[in-house]
């Protein structure tokens, strides 16, 4: 799930699903519905805006803010993204500095308010808002960034993000802000599991129902069905077929996408997409690998010593430009002379950040890092602080073309105090990912938005076109007018977010303390009653005389015995 | 108090002992006390909640006909082809691994494999958590017994595991080449570490990783059709996985219908506890031999280092008749291990990770097995801390003595020469300060590690050495390399005689290995249990008995006060105990008519003298010659002397016994200051009847004694003598009140003595030299071969044996560079040197003794 805000000077709701068939056997979603006007001063009135998100956004405290709950399955070569929370809050400046983490975890049922200082950080180079937000340098000192790994996202922060899309939602009230709302979900479909024994596929096997029609509010809602591997792989046919067809080319790479706009099907009861195979496929293929994915792991054994390890490939024939950003836990101390970058064997040394002459905004910074920096790299680190500040990295890299370069830290393992271990202390610590930006060259295997545009539209042509025309025309019209355009941007933004780890940190018998108060109270119990019976009874002597027994008669006896032998022996 | 601690140290050694050997044979005995039913402790586990759902038993056929067929085709090697097509099929994750092995013994000798695994990514979370199947691959010319219907039901598994939605940890299906070489280097490269040597095991790269790795199961069966599946936990260094995941395993098994045993033994229901007693105890024995190894019986033993619990289950084929358990019922186990696994919300932590297993069902927990081995090494403690004590308290004594008491005592020199020679001094107890210098026992010990750490790198050189020189091969060369060590280790007291150091010295070279040893062992037993309890079994009562050779003087205690009837002065009178109640402490002459009260407080441990006439003394052939002496029951008035030359009679009525120097012609001096007897008592043996330990005889009125003073039948009447008033006439001659026959008889028993004092030597030396870890290895190999092949001639026997010691102790180092098992480590670096240590202990010659012979 994806939320993102931005303030903008557009006004449209916008309903959106990608679907993409991997050779894999899975099925990529991608859901997305944008929330953007522009409000006039005048009338502060919304219709389709949420209400506590335009108080949340209202009190001005943040510009941006973007909200990833993620479950990843996890193969990073899906090119889908996994496995984290992601809090992003931009703050303009003015307003207070906390952050309103209690508002948004009450509106999404998020450990939110777990975000505190000593987790968060403020990245300088990796993190820029995104979707119709204003080009002006933001101060990276006003960015927040935090990781939950530990959460786990489920239906319960599902049913409030629901609630959020218009046509949904019962309550909708006026703003007088102009954002951008940007809610998306990606899902991945194993076919294997889904279709139980085929590869046919459908709206409804994937959503357990059918599509009941278009929101009424959107000025958009389009299906888009990839069907680029249509030619290479295993052939499908689409049922009912596409009334459009539309090619996108980025990068060099053409995309074929199956277009049914919703809004125009008129649907009566409820409809349905299915991808249905003229040939049984025997074998699942592999998916061609991504220009750039990563892998990160957790190395060494023992409680003693680690190491974080990522590993990043490199698809691409020439060098690329990466920034590599960790958000390391205060639990887990790294070492900074042990970051070790080593791409193909050779080891790259990073510089410092001041070796690059770069422009004073920062916006303009990052892109000139992006597009222009050839031969330099630099690092920023701030080193954690113990139960206050996380340990942040963040490297800027050149990595040579089809290279696998292994970025490594090593660690300690530390004891925590022993209220500070989870329930569940022996399940392990989560640690947060990476995350690697790039700016790719080529559009292979990329299904992302373009960083300026906001639907999934904009990446089929230039975002000029778009912001010309989508309100003239209705968008099959539009593809039919633009699909020849080629969409070829500078570069295509991906953010890759690594696996999260777990490491099991030494963990102490938490039944010990159960067994201290165990013996602590045996202890007691035993001595409660001698101690009881000394203070509360009076001692008394007791006649010496009078004592007798077997053991003294016998006792008596044998010395007397003794005292005869004796005798006799010695006569 | 020095008595006390002496006798609290002796009867401690013996208790530990003792309690030890009972305790260690209790556990299965009385089953119910210190054997425990196995439960589960993780509720986690649900362990067979849910009704089995495997149905692809007719794939597993299949895919079993298949692999057949396609492994004919690779001899020597795996058909990864087919093997990854397989998987690929199933549309899993599908990677190899590739590793070098560098031969750590060999010069570029390279070996290489090739591992093949494939990824079931978790549909419920994101890999961060996984489970391993591993199945060990051995191609039709490999001499273990093949593992392809293994094979074939894992990947029926996988297809089956891939259908299923419930899987919140990946899993990993493992095939591995080279036994455990392939595990050793797949799991290296997934947590990009080396355990060994450097160098040695390149585990390579590796391009695709599930999450932390939480158990893993390695199956091996080698047949389709299974007559029982063995349960096997020891792993790498004694490692065992966590009693949990080995009961879900037998719960799963009989939950199924699968017979499955422990130790290849079955549970046995003998009515007879005896019966059932040694059943449970052989089954016993078995994983405590297995586990003192230190090297996994399975490819599981090489999780555990990584905290990732595993076992191996091996499924053997049905022979006799009745219904097996085919793929059916043992893809419904795997399946319920694997749902029970991915259960788990936790690491593996509730239950034992120490416990030894008689039976499927039961265990012995830590705290029941422990006990018997920390008595064990309390033993060797309480000993260096006596040795110590006594150390201590000889000069304490002597300068805390009393100022009259010394009046009392006598120091008289029967040899003039001698004195003059060696003046007073060379005799007073005071001479006994502790006077030891820490300089001769820290090189020593520095030395004999230095060896050890030498040794420890030696093979690569001795293998040079012999190829180059001799042309032999790798594990013979090693072999004779270690066997010239050896015996440069046992001739090196030769040369650490010379050296010498006094007896202090000697004797706290003994506390240092003593408590390196009692440490050694209490600290592999934290690991391994069994190779702890094994090696204290063999070495600590040997060790208990090793002394320096004059360690004797140190056991001497200082004269009894309230006695100041007896003083032994020279340092050569090494011993002196009461003939009466030997092996007790004795301070008896409380009564002034027994002039000889003994100060033979508590005879040291290691002397070994239980019986009153047994007189066992360690190293009893430092004394060439054995005395004894009596004093006279017939005192003078005036403070005897007597002297006690070397061929001097025996006075058997006497108390003490007087071991010398046999090198030392005249110095054994017994003095004594005895106070005049009381009229009346003249013929009264100088001795109470019984002995009495000091707190007795205190307690006991003297009056009491004075009334009864009591005549003892010692011995045979021809032993009593009494000695001429004169001690001067005394001193150079035979007494001579002796008749012929008796000195004869005496003769006779001083040379029994004499022999027997030898043997016990020379049988200290020899079982310390049998101790020596080499040749412990070369004993219990031989031992092993003769039990495999009872019927080879002997010499056939020999030459196998021989054979196979060579190749252990190759494993052995192998193994400590590929895998990291410490055994070989252990036992050369440490556990050699100790012997050593030991080793010269008892062939120590004290410097004192060289000064006298002088």
């Given at each position: 799930?994806?939320?993102?805000?931005?303030i903008?000077?557009?006004?449209y709701?916008?309903e959106?699903?990608?679907?993409?068939?991997l050779?894999?056997g899975?099925?990529?979603?991608?859901f997305?519905?944008?929330?953007?006007w522009?409000?006039?001063p005048?009338?502060?009135?919304?219709?389709?805006?949420p209400g506590?998100?335009?108080?949340?956004?209202?009190g001005t405290?943040?510009?941006s803010?973007?909200l990833?709950?993620?479950?990843g399955?996890?193969?990073?070569?899906?090119?889908?993204?996994q496995?984290l929370t992601?809090?992003l809050?931009?703050?303009?400046?003015?307003?207070s500095k906390?952050?309103?983490?209690?508002?948004l975890?009450?509106l999404?049922c998020?450990s939110?308010n777990?975000i505190?200082?000593?987790n968060s950080?403020?990245p300088?180079?990796t993190?820029?808002?995104a979707?119709?937000?204003?080009?002006k340098?933001?101060?990276?000192?006003?960015?927040r960034?935090?990781?939950?790994p530990r959460?786990?996202?489920?239906?319960?922060?599902?049913?409030?993000w629901?609630k959020?899309?218009?046509?949904?939602?019962k309550?909708?009230?006026c703003s007088k802000?102009?954002?951008?709302?940007r809610?998306?979900?990606s899902?991945?479909?194993?076919?294997v599991?889904v279709?139980a024994g085929?590869q046919?596929?459908?709206l409804?096997k994937?959503f357990?129902?059918?599509?009941?029609?278009a929101?009424p509010l959107a000025t958009?809602?389009n299906?888009y069905?990839?069907?680029?591997?249509?030619?290479t792989?295993?052939?499908?046919?689409?049922?009912p077929?596409?009334?459009?067809?539309?090619?996108?080319?980025r990068?060099?790479y053409e995309?074929i996408?199956?277009?049914?706009?919703?809004?125009s099907?008129?649907?009566?009861?409820?409809f349905?997409v299915?991808?249905?195979?003229?040939?049984?496929p025997?074998?699942f293929n592999i998916n061609?690998?991504?220009?750039i994915?990563?892998?990160?792991?957790?190395v060494?054994y023992g409680?003693e010593?680690?190491?974080?390890?990522t590993?990043?490939?490199?698809?691409h024939w020439?060098?690329l430009n990466?920034v590599y950003l960790?958000?390391?836990p205060?639990?887990?101390?790294?070492y900074?002379?042990?970051?070790?970058?080593v791409?193909?064997?050779?080891e790259?040394k990073?510089?410092?950040?001041g070796?690059i002459?770069?422009?004073?905004?920062?916006w303009t910074?990052i892109?000139?890092m992006?597009m222009?920096?050839?031969?330099?790299?630099?690092?920023?680190y701030i080193?954690?602080?113990?139960r206050?500040?996380?340990?942040?990295?963040?490297?800027?890299l050149?990595l040579?073309?089809?290279?696998?370069?292994e970025?490594?830290?090593?660690f300690d393992y530390v004891?925590?105090?022993?209220q500070?271990?989870p329930?569940?202390?022996?399940?392990g610590?989560y640690i947060g990912?990476?995350?690697i930006t790039?700016l790719l060259?080529?559009?292979?295997?990329y299904?992302?938005?373009?960083?300026?545009g906001?639907t999934?539209?904009?990446r089929?042509?230039?975002?000029l076109?778009i912001?010309?025309s989508?309100?003239?025309?209705?968008?099959?019209?539009?593809?039919?007018i633009c699909?020849?355009?080629n969409?070829?941007?500078e570069?295509y933004?991906v953010?890759?977010?690594t696996?999260?780890?777990i490491?099991?940190?030494p963990?102490?018998d938490?039944?010990?303390?159960y067994?201290?108060i165990?013996?602590a109270?045996t202890v007691?119990?035993?001595?409660f009653?001698?101690?009881?019976?000394?203070t509360?009874?009076r001692l008394?002597l007791?006649?010496n005389e009078?004592q007798?027994?077997p053991?003294?008669w016998?006792?008596?006896k044998?010395?007397?015995?003794?005292g005869v032998?004796?005798?006799?022996?010695l006569? | 108090?020095e008595?006390?601690?002496?006798?609290?140290?002796?009867t401690?050694?013996?208790?530990c002992?003792?309690i030890?050997?009972v305790?260690?044979l209790?556990p299965?005995?009385k089953?119910e006390?210190?054997t425990?039913?196995?439960y589960?402790?993780?509720?986690?586990l649900?362990?067979?909640?849910?009704?089995?759902d495997?149905?692809?038993d007719m794939?597993?056929?299949n895919?079993?006909?298949?692999?057949?067929e396609e492994?004919s085709?690779?001899p020597d090697s795996?058909p990864y082809?087919?093997l990854?097509?397989k998987?690929?099929?199933?549309?899993?994750?599908?990677?190899t691994?590739?590793f070098t092995l560098?031969y750590?013994?060999?010069?570029?000798?390279?070996y290489?494999?090739?591992?093949v695994?494939a990824?079931?990514?978790?549909p419920?979370s994101?890999?961060?958590?996984a489970?391993?199947?591993?199945?060990?691959?051995?191609s039709p010319s490999?001499?273990?017994p093949?593992?392809?219907?293994?094979?074939?039901?894992?990947?029926?598994l996988a297809?089956f595991f891939r259908?299923?939605?419930?899987w919140a940890?990946d899993?990993?299906f493992?095939v591995?080449?080279h036994?455990q070489?392939?595990?050793?280097?797949?799991?290296?490269a997934?947590?990009?570490?080396t355990?060994?040597?450097?160098?040695?095991?390149d585990h390579g790269?590796m391009t695709g990783?599930?999450g932390?790795i939480?158990?893993a199961?390695?199956?091996?069966?080698h047949a389709?059709k299974?007559?029982?599946?063995?349960?096997k936990?020891?792993?790498?260094?004694?490692?065992?996985?966590?009693?949990?995941l080995?009961n879900?395993?037998h719960?799963m098994c009989?939950?199924?219908?699968?017979?499955h045993?422990?130790k290849n033994r079955?549970n046995?229901n003998?009515?007879?506890?005896?019966k059932e007693?040694f059943h449970?105890?052989?089954?016993l024995m078995?994983?405590v031999?297995t586990?003192?190894?230190?090297?996994?019986n399975?490819?599981?033993g090489?999780?555990?280092r990584?905290?990732?619990?595993a076992v191996?289950?091996?499924?053997?084929?049905?022979k006799e008749k009745g219904?097996p358990?085919?793929?059916?019922?043992?893809?419904r186990?795997?399946?319920?291990?694997?749902?029970?696994?991915?259960?788990l919300?936790?690491?593996?932590h509730?239950?034992?990770?120490?416990y030894?297993?008689?039976t499927?069902?039961?265990?012995?927990?830590?705290?029941?097995?422990?006990?018997p081995?920390g008595?064990?090494?309390?033993?060797?403690?309480?000993k260096?801390f006596?040795l110590?004590l006594?150390m201590q308290k000889?000069?304490?004594d002597?300068a805390s003595a009393?100022?009259?008491r010394?009046?009392?005592?006598?120091i008289l020199?029967v040899d003039?020469?001698e004195?003059?020679?060696?003046?007073d001094?060379?005799?007073s107890v005071?001479?006994?300060?502790?006077?030891f210098?820490?300089?001769p026992v820290?090189v020593a010990v520095?030395?004999?590690h230095?060896l050890?750490v030498a040794?420890?790198?030696?093979?690569r050189?001795f293998?040079?050495?012999?190829l180059?020189?001799?042309?032999l091969a790798t594990?013979?060369?090693?072999?004779?390399?270690?066997?010239?060590?050896?015996?440069v280790?046992i001739l090196i007291?030769?040369?650490?005689?010379?050296?010498g150091g006094n007896?202090?010295?000697w004797?706290?070279?003994?506390?240092?290995?003593?408590?390196?040893?009692?440490?050694?062992?209490?600290?592999?037993?934290?690991?391994n249990?069994?190779?702890?309890l094994?090696?204290a079994?063999?070495y600590?009562?040997?060790a208990?008995?090793m002394?320096?050779?004059k360690?004797r003087?140190?056991s001497?205690?200082?004269?009894p006060r309230?006695s100041n009837?007896l003083?032994?002065?020279?340092q050569?009178?090494?011993?002196?105990i009461?003939r009466?109640?030997p092996?007790?402490m004795t301070?008896?002459g409380?009564?002034p008519?027994?002039?000889?009260s003994?100060?033979?407080?508590s005879?040291?441990?290691h002397?070994g003298?239980?019986?009153?006439?047994?007189?066992?003394?360690n190293?009893?052939?430092?004394?060439?010659?054995l005395?004894?002496?009596?004093?006279n029951?017939n005192?003078?008035?005036?403070?005897p002397?007597?002297?006690?030359?070397?061929h001097l009679g025996?006075f058997?009525t006497s108390?003490l016994w007087i071991?010398?120097r046999?090198?030392?012609h005249?110095?054994?001096?017994?003095t004594?200051?005895l106070?005049?007897?009381?009229?009346?008592h003249?013929?009264?043996?100088?001795?109470?009847s019984t002995?009495?330990?000091?707190?007795?005889s205190s307690s006991?009125?003297s009056a009491?004694?004075?009334k009864?003073?009591v005549s003892?039948p010692?011995e045979?009447t021809g032993?009593?003598?009494?000695l001429p008033?004169?001690?001067?006439?005394r001193?150079?001659h035979?007494?001579p009140s002796?008749?012929k026959?008796?000195?004869q008889r005496?003769?006779v028993?001083?040379?029994?003595l004499?022999?027997?004092c030898?043997f016990l030597s020379v049988?200290?030396?020899?079982?310390?030299?049998?101790?020596?870890?080499?040749?412990?290895l070369?004993?219990v190999v031989?031992?092993?071969?003769?039990i495999?092949f009872?019927?080879?001639?002997w010499?056939?026997?020999?030459?196998r044996?021989l054979?196979a010691t060579?190749?252990?102790?190759?494993f052995a180092?192998?193994?400590?560079?590929v895998?990291g098992?410490w055994?070989?480590s252990v036992?050369t670096?440490?556990l050699?040197?100790?012997?050593l240590?030991?080793?010269?202990?008892?062939?120590s010659?004290?410097?004192s003794?060289?000064?006298?012979?002088?």
């Amino acid at each position: 799930m994806y939320i993102t805000f931005g303030i903008s000077q557009k006004d449209y709701f916008d309903e959106e699903l990608l679907l993409k068939p991997l050779p894999s056997g899975h099925v990529y979603a991608y859901f997305q519905f944008t929330t953007l006007w522009d409000v006039d001063p005048q009338f502060n009135i919304a219709i389709c805006f949420p209400g506590p998100w335009v108080k949340l956004s209202g009190g001005t405290m943040f510009k941006s803010c973007t909200l990833l709950l993620q479950k990843g399955s996890g193969d990073m070569k899906i090119g889908a993204i996994q496995y984290l929370t992601l809090l992003l809050v931009l703050n303009c400046g003015h307003g207070s500095k906390k952050t309103p983490k209690s508002a948004l975890s009450g509106l999404l049922c998020a450990s939110l308010n777990f975000i505190d200082a000593a987790n968060s950080l403020s990245p300088e180079l990796t993190l820029r808002p995104a979707g119709v937000v204003d080009n002006k340098p933001v101060n990276s000192s006003y960015l927040r960034y935090a990781t939950l790994p530990r959460e786990i996202v489920c239906t319960e922060n599902l049913t409030p993000w629901k609630k959020l899309l218009p046509c949904d939602s019962k309550d909708t009230s006026c703003s007088k802000m102009a954002v951008e709302l940007r809610q998306t979900v990606s899902l991945v479909y194993d076919i294997v599991i889904v279709g139980a024994g085929s590869q046919d596929w459908s709206l409804r096997k994937l959503f357990g129902m059918g599509l009941g029609g278009a929101c009424p509010l959107a000025t958009m809602s389009n299906i888009y069905i990839d069907i680029t591997s249509n030619k290479t792989e295993t052939p499908f046919q689409l049922v009912p077929p596409a009334p459009a067809v539309t090619t996108s080319i980025r990068g060099g790479y053409e995309t074929i996408l199956a277009v049914y706009d919703v809004k125009s099907l008129k649907i009566s009861s409820m409809f349905n997409v299915a991808v249905v195979h003229t040939q049984i496929p025997q074998v699942f293929n592999i998916n061609s690998p991504p220009v750039i994915f990563a892998n990160r792991y957790i190395v060494g054994y023992g409680q003693e010593r680690g190491g974080i390890v990522t590993k990043i490939h490199i698809n691409h024939w020439k060098s690329l430009n990466i920034v590599y950003l960790e958000n390391i836990p205060w639990f887990l101390p790294v070492y900074f002379h042990t970051l070790k970058i080593v791409a193909n064997g050779k080891e790259i040394k990073p510089g410092k950040l001041g070796s690059i002459n770069f422009n004073p905004g920062m916006w303009t910074k990052i892109d000139l890092m992006y597009m222009n920096i050839s031969k330099y790299v630099m690092k920023q680190y701030i080193p954690g602080k113990e139960r206050t500040r996380p340990y942040y990295l963040e490297v800027a890299l050149k990595l040579p073309g089809r290279s696998v370069t292994e970025i490594s830290i090593d660690f300690d393992y530390v004891f925590l105090k022993w209220q500070e271990y989870p329930p569940d202390a022996n399940h392990g610590f989560y640690i947060g990912s990476a995350i690697i930006t790039a700016l790719l060259p080529v559009g292979k295997n990329y299904t992302g938005l373009p960083q300026d545009g906001s639907t999934i539209t904009s990446r089929l042509a230039h975002p000029l076109m778009i912001i010309n025309s989508v309100y003239e025309l209705n968008p099959i019209t539009f593809f039919k007018i633009c699909f020849s355009f080629n969409a070829t941007r500078e570069g295509y933004l991906v953010q890759l977010r690594t696996e999260t780890l777990i490491i099991t940190l030494p963990t102490p018998d938490f039944s010990m303390p159960y067994n201290v108060i165990c013996l602590a109270c045996t202890v007691v119990a035993l001595a409660f009653g001698p101690l009881h019976n000394i203070t509360t009874k009076r001692l008394r002597l007791k006649d010496n005389e009078s004592q007798s027994g077997p053991l003294l008669w016998i006792k008596t006896k044998i010395s007397a015995l003794r005292g005869v032998v004796q005798e006799k022996v010695l006569k | 108090m020095e008595e006390g601690a002496g006798k609290q140290e002796r009867t401690q050694v013996f208790y530990c002992e003792k309690i030890e050997i009972v305790h260690t044979l209790l556990p299965p005995h009385k089953a119910e006390i210190t054997t425990s039913r196995t439960y589960f402790s993780e509720n986690a586990l649900l362990p067979g909640l849910v009704k089995g759902d495997f149905d692809e038993d007719m794939t597993a056929k299949n895919y079993q006909s298949e692999l057949l067929e396609e492994s004919s085709r690779y001899p020597d090697s795996v058909p990864y082809p087919w093997l990854l097509a397989k998987f690929r099929q199933l549309s899993l994750d599908v990677y190899t691994h590739n590793f070098t092995l560098n031969y750590p013994l060999g010069y570029g000798t390279k070996y290489t494999g090739k591992n093949v695994y494939a990824i079931l990514r978790a549909p419920r979370s994101a890999s961060t958590e996984a489970l391993v199947l591993s199945v060990p691959y051995r191609s039709p010319s490999s001499a273990h017994p093949g593992t392809m219907p293994s094979i074939a039901l894992m990947l029926s598994l996988a297809k089956f595991f891939r259908r299923q939605k419930y899987w919140a940890k990946d899993v990993i299906f493992l095939v591995t080449e080279h036994e455990q070489l392939g595990v050793q280097a797949w799991l290296e490269a997934y947590h990009q570490t080396t355990c060994g040597r450097s160098g040695v095991l390149d585990h390579g790269d590796m391009t695709g990783r599930g999450g932390a790795i939480q158990a893993a199961i390695n199956l091996e069966l080698h047949a389709e059709k299974i007559g029982h599946v063995d349960v096997k936990v020891e792993g790498l260094n004694g490692q065992l996985p966590n009693l949990d995941l080995v009961n879900l395993v037998h719960r799963m098994c009989s939950k199924e219908g699968v017979k499955h045993t422990f130790k290849n033994r079955e549970n046995s229901n003998h009515r007879d506890p005896m019966k059932e007693w040694f059943h449970q105890l052989k089954t016993l024995m078995a994983m405590v031999t297995t586990q003192a190894t230190g090297i996994p019986n399975g490819n599981h033993g090489l999780f555990h280092r990584f905290g990732i619990e595993a076992v191996t289950l091996e499924g053997f084929e049905k022979k006799e008749k009745g219904s097996p358990a085919v793929f059916y019922q043992l893809g419904r186990v795997m399946e319920g291990l694997f749902r029970s696994l991915n259960n788990l919300l936790e690491r593996f932590h509730q239950s034992y990770f120490f416990y030894l297993q008689p039976t499927t069902d039961r265990y012995i927990s830590i705290g029941m097995y422990m006990p018997p081995l920390g008595l064990l090494c309390a033993a060797l403690l309480i000993k260096a801390f006596g040795l110590w004590l006594r150390m201590q308290k000889d000069p304490a004594d002597s300068a805390s003595a009393p100022a009259g008491r010394k009046g009392d005592e006598d120091i008289l020199e029967v040899d003039k020469e001698e004195q003059s020679g060696e003046g007073d001094g060379a005799y007073s107890v005071e001479q006994q300060v502790v006077n030891f210098s820490l300089v001769p026992v820290g090189v020593a010990v520095l030395a004999t590690h230095i060896l050890g750490v030498a040794l420890l790198s030696a093979p690569r050189p001795f293998t040079t050495v012999g190829l180059e020189w001799g042309g032999l091969a790798t594990e013979t060369s090693i072999y004779v390399g270690y066997v010239v060590a050896a015996l440069v280790m046992i001739l090196i007291p030769l040369l650490a005689s010379s050296i010498g150091g006094n007896m202090e010295s000697w004797t706290l070279l003994n506390i240092v290995a003593l408590l390196e040893l009692a440490t050694l062992l209490l600290a592999v037993s934290m690991q391994n249990f069994s190779l702890a309890l094994l090696a204290a079994t063999i070495y600590t009562p040997p060790a208990l008995w090793m002394t320096p050779a004059k360690n004797r003087s140190l056991s001497l205690p200082p004269p009894p006060r309230e006695s100041n009837s007896l003083a032994i002065l020279s340092q050569h009178t090494l011993l002196a105990i009461n003939r009466h109640a030997p092996g007790r402490m004795t301070s008896a002459g409380t009564h002034p008519s027994h002039m000889c009260s003994l100060l033979t407080s508590s005879p040291p441990a290691h002397c070994g003298i239980r019986r009153r006439t047994v007189l066992a003394l360690n190293p009893p052939t430092r004394y060439d010659l054995l005395f004894r002496a009596a004093l006279n029951d017939n005192p003078p008035t005036s403070r005897p002397t007597y002297l006690l030359p070397r061929h001097l009679g025996y006075f058997p009525t006497s108390s003490l016994w007087i071991l010398a120097r046999p090198s030392h012609h005249r110095c054994y001096l017994l003095t004594t200051s005895l106070r005049p007897k009381p009229a009346g008592h003249r013929n009264i043996p100088p001795f109470p009847s019984t002995s009495r330990l000091p707190s007795t005889s205190s307690s006991m009125p003297s009056a009491a004694q004075n009334k009864y003073p009591v005549s003892l039948p010692l011995e045979p009447t021809g032993y009593r003598h009494t000695l001429p008033t004169d001690p001067d006439t005394r001193c150079r001659h035979r007494a001579p009140s002796y008749s012929k026959a008796t000195a004869q008889r005496n003769q006779v028993q001083d040379w029994c003595l004499f022999v027997y004092c030898r043997f016990l030597s020379v049988f200290q030396k020899l079982l310390w030299l049998l101790l020596h870890p080499l040749l412990l290895l070369t004993i219990v190999v031989s031992i092993f071969t003769l039990i495999t092949f009872p019927e080879l001639p002997w010499d056939e026997v020999l030459d196998r044996s021989l054979g196979a010691t060579k190749q252990a102790l190759v494993f052995a180092i192998i193994d400590s560079s590929v895998y990291g098992n410490w055994v070989f480590s252990v036992a050369t670096a440490i556990l050699t040197p100790n012997w050593l240590i030991f080793w010269l202990v008892l062939n120590s010659k004290p410097l004192s003794c060289r000064r006298v012979k002088d």
